[in-house]
């Protein structure tokens, strides 16, 4: 079994963050009728899924209807830009909801006492459901010594410049490095190290296509067709095999693993 399995049910996203690689491929929802087809074919293999790779999962028009049908086998985790989360206020089987809050912008039509006051009044909702609640921010981001000012004011806590904290009951703070996203245009390269990817985690995209890493935004590294093969079989074929014994042995196997430094960064 996998630890967590990444599923995109849209790759359409509401902001265009400078952070974010950007998605380049088709703009899709996933359907219901897909999504349970590969709910039924991820049984057995995980017990949680997180809805992302690419995308805004908030600005799924089912989003709700996803959530609920998913939440009968699975535990449940989203990743947001916290600008929709209002789509999710009374739903209450969500198991774990990040918040990067390092997506803020004013350019996009709200101030941050809005963008945070619809957050901290859905946070409030859901933490009483026992949702655990993870607000994340990038080291560098521009906005951080304001969002701390006002997650202090509203929690009564002290955040320090650069550190991790609970603030409450199921809720907690986070602050991280930015990473590179892999491409084989950026300059880092490494042909040593490893992931945990196809170790404890593989992606699907809403297309379909299975990748052995949540950061493969584009399905360079396609292992397959979740929507015609079984996942048995993808995970058993020798391109996953020989990309998983390498990380094993710290080799990065793939062209575009060498070009990516998430697992160094975070180790």
């Known amino acids: ?39 039924s074919k991820l049984k ?71 963008y945070l006051t619809d957050i901290f009044e859905t946070v409030d909702n859901l933490a009483l459901n026992n949702t655990i609640i993870k607000y994340r921010l990038w080291v560098g981001s521009d906005s951080k010594k304001e969002i701390i000012s006002r997650l202090n004011k509203k929690y009564n806590t002290n955040i320090k410049d650069e550190n991790s904290l609970k603030l409450g009951n199921n809720i907690y703070y986070e602050v991280e490095q930015e990473f590179i996203w892999p491409s084989f245009d950026n300059n880092y390269y490494n042909e040593t190290g490893s992931c945990r990817g196809t170790r404890d985690f593989i992606g699907i995209l809403v297309s379909g296509t299975v990748i052995p890493c949540c950061l493969d935004s584009a399905g360079i590294i396609n292992l397959g067709n979740i929507y015609n093969q079984e996942l048995s079989d993808i995970i058993g074929s020798e391109i996953f095999k020989e990309i998983k014994t390498g990380f094993l042995n710290n080799k990065k196997c793939h062209e575009l693993c060498r070009k990516c430094n998430f697992y160094d960064l975070r180790r």
């Open 1 to 39: 079994m996998f630890k967590r399995i990444y599923l995109e049910i849209t790759n359409n996203c509401n902001l265009n963050c400078s952070f974010c690689i950007g998605n380049q491929r088709e703009k899709m929802f996933m359907d219901v009728e897909d999504f349970k087809k590969v709910l």
């Open 44 to 114: 057995g293999h995980t017990k949680y899924l997180y809805f992302h790779v690419m995308g805004e999962p908030l600005l799924h028009p089912k989003i709700n209807e996803l959530i609920n049908l998913a939440s009968q086998d699975y535990f449940i985790n989203i990743t947001t830009n916290g600008y929709l989360i209002k789509r999710i206020n009374d739903n209450k089987s969500i198991r774990q909801l990040n918040i990067s809050l390092h997506s803020f912008d004013c350019r996009y039509n709200k101030t941050l006492d809005e």
